[in-house]
C-alpha cells in the first residue's frame, strides 16, 4: 500500500480479488476489470490491475518495463523481505535468471521426459484399475484426492528423486507459498504456524545426497558440476522443482477432470477422437487458468493505455480473466474442443512461462489416456467445493460418476 | 515474400536494416529492427542470429547490441576475402530501409554465472564478447578481456570498449608481439570462467590451455564454425501421419506446421519460431533438418523428433506419430 493519492485518469476499483466471494467465483470481478478499462486501480492494495488478453500478455512479455525481481506477489522486494530466499526462476530477472532458466528447461524438456513417458502411461494405468475396482459398486469417487492428488504425488517426487519420507508436506508447502503472493489474509495467516517447518522440509530435499540418482534433482546437481550454474544456485534451482510443479499439476489435473464431468459431451468427443487429449489440456487450463494472477513490478515510469505506472509500483496481472477475454477467445466461457488454445496465458507468456509446463501436459495425457481406455462416461455425481487460495484456483473436492466400459 | 525458388522456410523473422555503419576496417555494424516497430525475440549474450541470403543460404551472426532493447538487434559484419559471397553482400548490396530475413536467436555459447571472467577474443570475434562484458558489469563480476587483431584500425568498437579502463587490453599485431593464450590461461585463477571466440587457431590454444582445468571452465566459439546450411531440400517432402494414414506434402514454401493445418491435423503450438517446444512431434521415420533453437546436438543426432514450426526433411519422407 505504496500509494496514498489516487491516479488521474484510471479506473478504480475498491475490489478485494482476494476475497472469500471473489475466490469462490471470481468471474464477476474479472469481467467487471475487464470492462472497466485497459489498466484499473485497485485502491485497496494500491495495484494497478490488468485483465484484458492483449495487456497481460503484452506485460508478462515485456520482462524489461515489468520485472520480478521485487517479486511475482503483492510484497514489494524493493521495501520489504521476501518470506523466503527469492527464487532463481520466478523471482529473478536477467541477467541472474539466464542460467538457472536454461538449466531447468533442459532438465524438464519434452525429450528429456520420453523417458518417464511408458513408466507414466503404466502408473496411470495402476492407478486407475485400482480406483475403479475399488468403486465398482456406485462408480462414484472424488475426482481430487483419488486422481488429481494421487497421481502427481505418485510420479512427480519419484521423478525428481526424493526419498519416501515426508512427501506430503509438498501439497502444504505449495499451497501456502502461492497463498504468499497475496495479501497477509486469513489464508496466509493459517498457513503461518506451519511453513518454518515444511520449508525446512523443502530445504533439506535440495541436497545433492538426498536426491536419488538420475532423477531431476540430481540433474541440475550435475549441471552445476558442470559449470551450467554454481553450486549455490543448484538447492535454489531444486526447490523450484518442489515449489512450482506440485500443487500447479494437482489443480491443473482437477481443473481437466472438472471440465470433462461438468462437460459430458466433450469426453464423448474426446473419446470418438483421443488425440483431441494434449489440446484438450490446455483448454483446461485456458478455461480454468489453474493459476489465477501474478504481480510485476514497474520498473522505471511505465506507460500503459491511458496512464503511467509509476516506477515501483505493483501491477496484478489476471491471467485467468484474460483467458475468458471476449476480446480474444469466442464463447470464452466454454470449455471446448475444437477451440485452438494455443496463445492462452495459463502458462504464463515470455522468459518466465511455466518451465513445467511439459510435465503438467504428461501427468495430464498419462491420466486421461488411462481413463479414456476405461470410462465411457463421467458426470458429476454431487456439488464439486472449491479449495481456496490467493493465486491458485483449485478444487477440493469433485465428486464425479463414471461408467465403466 | 515470393522471391522465386529460394525457400526460406527457416527465416522466422523478416527485420529491417535500420542503420549500417562502418565500425573499423572492412566491418560495418547493422541495426536490425522489426518492420512493425514492435518487440523482437529475447535473447541473452552468446546468441547469434541467421541471417538468409538471397541464394537461399544462412550467415550466423552473433548479437553485440543491448539486450534490455528489445527494439533492435546489432550485428557486425567483417567482409570475408575469399569468403562464399555472404559478408560481401552484406557490405555492398544491403543498404538502411532493405529488409532482412532472419532465423534465431539461438544461443550456443551461453554465459555462466561466475565470480571472475577471462574474455578473450580475436578480431570479428569479439562480437558475442561484448554483451557478456555488459552482463559481466551488471552482476560485478570482475573480468578481464584480452582483444587481438591486426591493427586498431581493423579492430571493431574500440571507442565503446575504451569505457573499461585497463580491464580492455588490445593486442594489436602491428604494435607488439602475439598475445601469449597459452600463458594467459594458464595464469588465469582457477575459479575464473574463460570465454573465446576468435579464429580456430586462437580457440584451439585456449582449449588446449584450459585442458586441465575443471568441466565447463573454457567455453568456446569458433566464428569460421561450420554455418548452419540453407534448407537441404528446396523441393517438396512427404510427410505421412503414421496414426491416421495420412500422406501430406510440404512445399518449399510451406513449413510442415502449415502443412499440417491445411490438412486438419491439430498441433499445438506456442511461439511458432523453434523456441519453446512445444510443437515438439515423434519421427518415426526419415531424417529431420533440425531448423530450431532447442535440440541440442545429440537430439538432433537421435532424429527421432522434431518441431515441426520450423523444421523440415532432410529425407523425401518423414513418418510422424500423429
Known amino acids: 500500500m505504496t500509494t496514498t493519492s489516487l491516479p488521474a485518469h484510471v479506473p478504480v476499483s475498491d475490489a478485494d480479488p482476494f476475497a472469500p466471494d471473489v475466490l469462490e467465483d471470481p468471474a464477476p470481478l474479472h469481467e467487471e476489470l475487464r470492462e472497466a478499462g ?13 485483465a484484458r488478453y492483449a495487456h497481460v500478455h503484452a506485460a508478462l512479455v515485456d520482462w524489461q518495463s515489468f520485472p520480478s525481481g521485487a517479486g511475482v506477489g503483492l510484497s514489494n522486494f524493493r521495501h520489504e523481505t521476501p518470506w523466503r530466499k527469492p527464487s532463481l526462476l520466478l523471482e529473478t530477472d536477467p541477467p541472474r535468471h539466464d542460467a538457472p532458466r536454461v538449466v531447468l528447461e533442459r532438465v524438464l524438456s519434452p525429450r528429456a521426459l520420453r523417458r518417464l513417458r511408458e513408466q507414466w502411461a503404466a502408473d496411470a494405468h495402476l492407478l486407475v484399475d485400482e480406483l475403479l475396482r475399488r468403486v465398482a459398486g456406485t462408480g462414484e469417487f472424488d475426482a481430487v484426492p483419488s486422481l488429481a492428488q494421487a497421481f502427481p504425488l505418485r510420479v512427480f517426487p519419484d521423478a525428481v528423486g526424493l526419498p519416501q519420507e515426508g512427501r506430503e508436506n509438498l501439497l502444504p508447502y505449495g499451497d501456502h507459498l502461492f497463498n504468499a503472493f497475496g495479501p497477509p489474509n486469513e489464508l496466509v495467516a493459517r498457513g503461518n504456524p506451519h511453513i518454518g517447518r515444511l520449508a525446512a522440509w523443502v530445504d533439506a530435499q535440495c541436497a545433492r545426497e538426498v536426491l536419488a540418482p538420475g532423477g531431476f534433482g540430481a540433474q541440475i546437481w550435475a549441471a552445476s558440476d558442470r559449470g551450467d550454474i554454481t553450486p549455490q ?3 535454489l534451482v531444486v526447490r523450484s522443482l518442489l515449489s512450482a510443479g506440485v500443487d500447479t499439476t494437482v489443480h491443473g489435473l482437477a481443473a481437466i477432470l472438472h471440465a470433462f464431468a461438468a462437460n459430458p459431451e466433450q469426453w464423448r468427443r474426446v473419446r470418438a477422437e483421443p488425440r483431441l487429449l494434449r489440446v484438450a489440456f490446455d483448454e483446461a487450463v485456458r478455461w480454468e487458468s489453474p493459476v489465477q494472477t501474478f504481480f510485476r513490478t514497474a520498473q522505471g515510469d511505465v506507460p500503459l493505455p491511458g496512464t503511467v505506472v509509476p516506477d515501483g ?14 476480446r480474444r477467445w469466442e464463447r470464452p466461457d466454454e470449455f471446448d474442443l475444437t477451440r485452438d488454445p494455443s496463445g492462452h496465458v495459463g502458462f504464463g507468456m515470455g522468459i518466465h512461462q511455466c518451465v513445467g509446463q511439459h510435465v503438467a501436459r504428461l501427468e495430464a495425457e498419462s491420466v486421461l489416456t488411462a481413463l479414456l481406455e476405461r470410462v465411457e462416461t463421467i458426470e458429476l455425481a454431487g456439488a464439486p467445493v472449491r479449495h481456496h487460495n490467493n493465486t491458485l484456483r483449485a478444487w477440493e473436492s469433485i465428486p464425479v460418476r463414471v461408467r465403466v466400459s | 515474400m515470393g522471391t522465386g525458388r529460394t525457400a526460406q522456410p527457416a527465416a522466422t523473422a523478416t527485420l529491417l536494416v535500420a542503420e549500417k555503419d562502418r565500425v573499423a576496417d572492412d566491418v560495418v555494424a547493422l541495426t536490425l529492427v522489426e518492420p512493425g516497430g514492435g518487440r523482437l525475440r529475447d535473447w541473452a549474450p ?3 542470429i541467421d541471417v538468409v541470403l538471397p541464394t537461399g543460404e544462412m550467415r550466423q551472426y552473433s548479437l553485440c547490441g543491448d539486450r534490455f532493447d528489445p527494439f533492435a538487434y546489432r550485428i557486425a559484419v567483417r567482409r570475408e576475402e575469399g569468403g562464399r559471397g555472404g559478408s560481401a553482400w552484406l557490405h555492398d548490396s544491403v543498404r538502411t530501409g532493405r529488409l532482412l530475413p532472419t532465423g534465431g536467436p539461438r544461443n550456443t555459447f551461453p554465459l555462466v554465472p561466475s565470480e571472475e571472467y577471462v574474455f578473450i577474443a580475436g578480431g570479428i570475434g569479439i562480437t558475442p564478447l561484448l554483451p557478456m562484458l555488459a552482463q559481466a558489469e551488471v552482476l560485478g563480476a570482475r573480468w578481464t578481456l584480452h582483444y587481438c587483431g591486426r591493427s586498431r584500425a581493423s579492430m571493431p568498437f574500440l571507442d565503446e570498449l575504451g569505457r573499461h579502463g585497463d580491464r580492455v587490453r588490445l ?22 570462467r574463460i570465454y573465446c571466440c576468435g579464429p580456430v587457431a586462437m580457440v584451439e590454444a585456449v582449449e588446449r590451455a584450459g585442458a586441465p582445468r575443471p568441466a565447463g571452465s573454457v567455453r568456446a566459439e569458433r566464428f569460421s564454425a561450420a554455418q548452419q546450411p540453407a534448407p537441404v531440400r528446396d523441393a517438396p517432402f512427404e510427410v505421412v501421419l503414421a496414426r491416421s494414414g495420412t500422406s501430406l506434402t510440404v512445399d518449399p514454401s510451406a513449413t510442415v506446421l502449415q502443412a499440417l493445418e491445411g490438412a486438419g491435423v491439430r498441433v499445438l503450438t506456442s511461439c511458432g519460431q523453434g523456441l519453446c517446444g512445444t510443437c515438439e512431434t515423434t519421427v518415426l521415420e526419415g531424417r529431420p533438418d533440425h531448423r530450431d533453437s532447442v535440440l541440442d546436438a545429440a537430439d538432433r543426432a537421435a532424429g527421432d523428433c522434431m518441431l515441426v514450426c520450423v523444421s523440415r526433411a532432410c529425407s523425401d519422407r518423414l513418418v510422424l506419430d500423429l
Open chain 1, 38 to 50: 485497459p489498466v484499473v486501480f485497485l485502491s485497496r492494495y494500491g495495484a494497478y490491475a490488468l
Open chain 1, 233 to 235: 544456485q543448484a538447492p
Open chain 2, 46 to 48: 552468446g546468441a547469434h
Open chain 1, 313 to 326: 509500483e505493483k501491477i496484478l496481472m489476471f491471467l485467468g480473466a484474460a483467458n475468458r477475454d471476449p
Open chain 2, 171 to 192: 593486442h594489436p599485431r602491428d604494435e607488439g608481439p602475439r598475445l601469449d593464450v597459452a600463458a594467459l590461461v594458464a595464469a588465469a585463477p582457477a575459479e575464473a
